[in-house]
């Protein structure tokens, strides 16, 4: 049995109290702050992949829409080949769905659906809300208000512009790409810290 007084001093014991429960709540905490930023980030992410899908697949739209309106179609009926080529890739030979396709899917119900042909192309624009995407139909609205003779060849000089762009999309997405490769170092050094911390906050105790 410990003393209770030491030459006449009344003595107190305490246990020390380990202050190791602190940490559990705290990482809690932590956690539970990052979720939404993950959730967020997410969101995010997808939406710059959709972007980016929508880039890279501009330059073959326009592309397309040249050689079908050189062929002799009008131009619902260009969009009309180019979502049924897209239509038998995806369902025949696997290809991934791409979000310009379904967009141009939503299109052609809209125009079936006797939409008038320029509020079709201007939602179709407006749910993209790209800007190459604006100025295609900028385009092809001016052509079909005042005539369609030209619009071929205003389609060839963006054919070209649209390559560019899709040159540098490809080349962003490529850098972007090896800078993502360093996030899992980062991780892996966050867990080592958690691993070091850890027991520092159990010698606390």
Not at 42 to 49: C, D, I, L, N, R
Not at 121 to 132: G, N, Q
């Amino acid at each position: 049995e410990l003393p209770r007084e030491i030459e006449g001093k009344k003595i107190i014991f305490t246990e020390e109290q380990s202050r190791r429960y602190l940490f559990i709540p705290l990482l809690g905490l932590f956690l539970a702050l990052l979720l939404p930023l993950k959730e967020r980030e997410e969101k995010k992410e997808k939406q710059k992949e959709r972007e980016n899908s929508l880039n890279l697949d501009y330059s073959e739209l326009v592309s397309k829409l040249v050689v079908y309106l050189g062929a002799g179609l009008a131009l619902r009926n260009a969009f009309s080949e180019i979502s049924k080529q897209y239509s038998f890739l995806v369902n025949q030979c696997g290809l991934e769905n791409h979000p310009l396709y379904e967009e141009l899917h939503t299109l052609l119900n809209q125009l079936k659906s006797n939409v008038g042909e320029g509020k079709a192309y201007l939602d179709f624009s407006k749910r993209i809300a790209l800007r190459p995407y604006n100025k295609l139909i900028s385009v092809i609205e001016q052509n079909r208000k005042n005539g369609s003779k030209h619009l071929r060849l205003q389609l060839q000089v963006e054919m070209q512009e649209a390559f560019e762009m899709r040159k540098s999309t490809a080349k962003r997405l490529g850098e972007e790409a090896s800078t993502k490769l360093l996030l899992p170092l980062f991780m892996q050094l966050f867990i080592i810290m958690l691993i070091i911390i850890y027991p520092a906050m159990q010698s606390m105790g």
